[in-house]
């Protein structure tokens, strides 16, 4: 069975860091790219970056570029998003979700449950 | 940036048929991929490719897409199927999401 778990999330002060993780089992990470999505309270979904197997390509949002960092760990089954410099706009559910290619496009066919990143003094 | 428009809600008597629209200029050039998200749970993929079913997901699902509109159909609307769902596509190697559809079932 496909699981994406993530954590890491909480409470930061404006102007933190947090780093969230996401393990992953039943597949093998190196063969799919990742992406993770953010979804504010009460919001819509947010795409917020993409990994590649290999990390060689790595994509951000225009609103995130600069204070994130996708990363991971295909032997720890892990991927991984360093977020700096901490608004009160960056509240929301973090999900990771694995992506899928498929006859020409990609879509994310497994999701995780969430990390709830609070950002408030 | 490309933008996609959703409605905000969608209402449809139980059994009826329901369409949920996203809409872009020339959206039909590219493939859709459709999203369910039940309250207080992660995303579910419900269509791809525009009208590809996903293992799992009901017959009743169905995809189009053509011109500037891709529409989501869901014939023979169930309670269970009350939830919001959000169209998505990639422009440039960035993921885009509609705004997202509230559906009620009557």
């Known amino acids: 069975e496909v699981q994406l778990v993530e954590s890491g999330g909480g409470l930061v002060k404006p102007g933190g860091s947090l780093r969230l993780s996401c393990e992953v089992s039943g597949f093998t990470l190196i063969s799919y790219n990742m992406n993770w999505i953010r979804q504010a309270p009460g919001r819509g979904l947010e795409w917020v970056s993409s990994i590649d197997s290999g990390s060689t390509y790595i994509y951000y949002t225009a609103s995130l570029k600069g204070r994130v960092l996708t990363s991971r760990d295909n032997d720890k089954n892990s991927v991984f998003l360093q977020m700096n410099s901490l608004r009160a706009e960056d509240t929301a559910v973090y999900f990771c979700?694995?992506?899928?290619?498929?006859?020409?496009?990609?879509?994310?066919?497994?999701w995780g449950q969430g990390a709830l990143v609070t950002v408030s003094s | 940036s490309y933008e996609l428009t959703q409605p905000l809600s969608v209402s449809v008597a139980l059994g009826q048929a329901a369409e949920i629209t996203c809409g872009s200029n020339n959206i039909g050039s590219k493939n859709v991929h459709w999203y369910q998200q039940r309250p207080g749970q992660a995303p579910v993929l419900v269509m791809y490719?525009?009208?590809n079913r996903p293992s799992g997901i009901p017959e009743r699902f169905s995809g189009s897409n053509s011109g500037n509109t891709a529409t989501l159909t869901i014939s023979g609307a169930q309670v269970g199927d009350e939830a919001d769902y959000y169209c998505?596509?990639?422009?440039?190697?960035?993921?885009?999401f509609g705004g997202g559809t509230k559906l009620t079932v009557l």
């Open positions: 979700a694995r992506e899928r290619c498929s006859g020409g496009s990609c879509f994310f066919d497994h």
């Open positions: 490719n525009d009208d």
């Open positions: 998505q596509l990639w422009d440039n190697d960035t993921g885009v």
